[in-house]
């Protein structure tokens, strides 16, 4: 049960975009344009984690929130609106530089994603964390189609880790199948829904 804990606060889909960012710098993205890597890394971990974990505690100690692992749906509601605010505020950040387009995105599909688990949740408790293993496993997905040397044993990676991670929710009774299941193939098929439509 303490190993799953472990696990599940490790593949916590809030510490995504930073994931994706060090893969992005992992493979050279900004090789032309040397001493940005660890600007980049910072404004992203700071804005997509550090920053919304810090107003989600401060939610907590309010009372707005019961628990900080949201187990409850309706303490959900105000975290995912709080990441849309900073997802679109880093995404503005990025758009700005032509060689991170494919981190804009990534940024774009995490907001509609992120978008998509506030409406859910308004209804029902959808997995949050398999929604964004399904979103980050579709969008190396598509870089690896791009440049297969590059990601694709990222995109395995996602995938393995995917199905660790969404064991340890299982093993903790976070989530039902269902709740699991779908809310991974939700993620997955957004991100393609989003390339698809961007490319027209």
């Known amino acids: 049960m303490k190993t799953a804990k472990i696990i599940s606060i490790i593949?916590?889909?809030?510490?995504?975009?930073?994931?994706?960012?060090?893969?992005?710098?992992?493979?050279g993205i900004t090789r032309f344009t040397p001493g940005n890597d660890i600007t980049y890394l910072t404004i992203t971990l700071s804005m997509t984690c550090l920053l919304?974990?810090?107003?989600?505690?401060?939610m907590k100690k309010w009372h707005i929130i019961s628990s900080i692992e949201m187990e409850d749906r309706d303490d959900r509601l105000a975290p995912l609106f709080v990441m849309l605010l900073f997802l679109y505020a880093t995404l503005r950040f990025f758009d700005k530089i032509e060689m991170m387009g494919l981190y804009s995105f990534y940024l774009t599909a995490t907001i509609v994603v992120t978008l998509?688990?506030?409406?859910i949740t308004l209804f029902w408790k959808i997995s949050l964390h398999a929604l964004g293993w399904g979103c980050l496993t579709a969008s190396l997905f598509i870089m690896a189609i791009a440049s297969i040397h590059l990601y694709l044993l990222y995109f395995i990676a996602s995938i393995i880790i995917s199905g660790i991670v969404a064991a340890a929710r299982l093993k903790l009774k976070s989530h039902s199948n269902a709740?699991?299941?779908?809310?991974?193939?939700?993620?997955?098929?957004?991100?393609?829904?989003?390339?698809v439509l961007s490319a027209f």
């Open 52 to 58: 919304p974990a810090l107003i989600i505690v401060i």
């Open 116 to 119: 998509l688990a506030f409406v």
């Open 11 to 27: 593949g916590h889909p809030i510490f995504h975009p930073t994931w994706m960012m060090i893969v992005l710098l992992l493979s």
């Open 179 to 195: 709740q699991i299941y779908l809310g991974y193939a939700m993620g997955f098929a957004t991100v393609i829904i989003v390339f």
